[in-house]
């Protein structure tokens, strides 16, 4: 099992990987957004994909904890 990132470690994925400066934002955000990150297939330049795994893992896991049905777009 792997270890729970820690809220700083997660904030700085989310910065470098996203467009908001941290992980609770992309959590939060409105209007139903869930994040879209290409973790499967044809990683973005400059985007390492155990990175996008990671990110993608940790807010599914933080938004069932929420109870929100959101989880993120893996393609």
């Known amino acids: 099992m792997q270890e729970k990132p ?3 470690d997660l904030d ?3 910065r470098r990987l996203t467009a908001f ?3 609770n934002n992309l959590l939060h955000a409105k209007g139903g957004y ?3 990150l290409r973790c499967v297939s044809g990683c973005p330049i400059g985007k390492n994909i155990s990175e996008l795994k990671r990110l993608a893992d940790a ?3 933080a938004q069932v904890q929420r109870g929100d049905p959101r989880r993120a777009f893996r393609s």
Request: aromatic share 14%.
């Open 34 to 36: 869930r994040p879209s």
């Open 21 to 23: 400066n941290s992980f």
């Open 59 to 61: 807010y599914d896991h």
């Open 12 to 14: 700085a994925l989310t």
């Open 6 to 8: 820690a809220a700083s």
